[in-house]
């Protein structure tokens, strides 16, 4: 279950019932008379909106152009003569040896990793099996690490405002004399009494001053 953070404002209730089809019977009979010792309140049921989010598909591929490179060495010359060594060593107009005309390399001197574009489409399948690559720099052979780059896109992208099956918003509880564990208690008898079209209640939170943060559940 995750945790959700809501603002209670004075004279509100949240309740959540163990059976969903409580809190949905309450909120479709939207107004109730509680009776609070003293007096008699009309108090009105609202569904509890959960603070606006926002749902969307995460299509992940393979990039058909580029590759990750990484344990790049750390060499004595510019950067830019690290990112030529790059494109040279990941030119090949053999097939089978991979790779092919580069079309940009994108090289980070610091975390010692770059990012190989090809200029053709499928070009970085050859190393989808390849996991090492041999890299000559000022007279040394290394070994690059390759991996592939995965492109993400997202999709049916949208806004939603969520609505809780379980718990219900309680509003226009009269201020009475009573004090907040009491005026508490009696709003909870009220509503897990079947004959109010109640039930069992799991939790139950009233603020009769000021407001607070309260979390539940969902």
């Known amino acids: 279950a995750t945790k959700v953070p809501f603002k209670l404002n004075q004279n509100q ?32 049921v609202r569904p509890f909106e959960l603070e606006m989010g926002f749902q969307f598909e995460l299509h992940v ?17 510019p950067k830019e003569w690290v990112r030529d060594k790059l494109e040279l060593s990941f030119y090949r107009t053999e097939e089978a040896a991979g790779g092919g005309e580069v079309e940009d390399v994108t090289y980070n001197k610091e975390s010692g990793t770059a990012v ?20 000559c720099a000022e007279g040394r052979w290394f070994q690059l690490s390759v991996s592939p780059h995965f492109d993400l896109h997202l999709r049916k992208f949208q806004p ?3 609505v809780s099956k379980k718990t219900i918003l ?5 201020e009475v004399e009573e004090d907040e564990e009491s005026v508490q208690d009696m709003i ?10 109640g039930g069992e209640i799991e939790k ?3 603020i009769s001053k000021g407001a607070a943060c309260v979390c539940f559940e969902e």
């Not at 309680?170 to 009269?174: A, E």
Request: proline share 7%; net charge positive; hydrophobic share 35%.
């Open 116 to 135: 190989i574009t090809f200029l053709t489409p499928g070009a970085s399948y050859n190393f989808v099996r390849c996991t090492k690559r041999p890299f």
């Open 61 to 77: 591929t393979i990039s058909g152009r580029k590759i990750n490179v990484s344990e790049i060495p750390e060499l004595p010359i």
């Open 188 to 197: 909870e008898i009220h509503f897990q009494k079947p004959s109010n079209g």
């Open 160 to 162: 939603y405002c969520r």
């Open 13 to 44: 209730a949240l309740l959540t019932f163990e059976d969903e089809e409580v809190a949905q019977r309450l909120t479709k009979m939207s107004k109730h008379c509680v009776n609070l010792d003293s007096t008699t309140a009309n108090v009105t």
């Open 170 to 174: 309680l509003k226009g509880i009269p």
């Open 204 to 206: 139950i939170k009233y």
